[in-house]
């Protein structure tokens, strides 16, 4: 698999922003999907799919999200990001990168986390109220 590497969790007040990066070591792949899932701090609720775009720009989001967070890439860079606005205490909890390559179905990309190849080592974003 490919490495995916994080960076930008941290602990902010409600109502505050925080920026999450991915950077994978490869995004040659003609057709795949990356995206965000997180593992939030209620340990009884299962892991969530966050958001998600495709090799060609389509994304998806996560009802809980939409309007506050905006997914984005950078192929040049390898890069993936997720701007998160407006946070609430309720977002907080361990934000993972995610990739499938090769192929992508992006409208149950959200909830078919058994289709991912690889995982980032998650960054953890707390958010006080």
């Known amino acids: 698999g490919l490495q995916l590497t994080e960076v930008g969790g941290g602990e902010v007040q409600a109502g505050g922003s925080l920026r999450l990066s991915c950077e994978a070591s490869?995004?040659?792949?003609?057709?795949?999907?990356m995206g965000w899932y997180r593992q939030l701090s209620d340990p009884e609720k299962p892991r969530e799919g966050v958001a998600v775009i495709d090799s060609d720009g389509g994304i998806r989001y996560a009802d809980s999200v939409k309007g506050r967070f905006t997914i984005s890439k950078d192929n040049d860079k390898n890069t993936l990001y997720l701007e998160m606005n407006n946070l609430k205490p309720e977002d907080s909890g361990i934000y993972y990168c995610?990739?499938?390559?090769?192929?992508?179905?992006?409208?149950?990309?959200?909830?078919?986390?058994?289709?991912?190849?690889?995982w980032g080592q998650g960054t953890e974003v707390t958010v006080s109220s």
């Open positions: 995610a990739a499938e390559w090769d192929s992508c179905l992006l409208d149950w990309w959200l909830h078919l986390s058994t289709r991912i190849d690889d």
């Open positions: 490869d995004m040659t792949s003609t057709r795949y999907c």
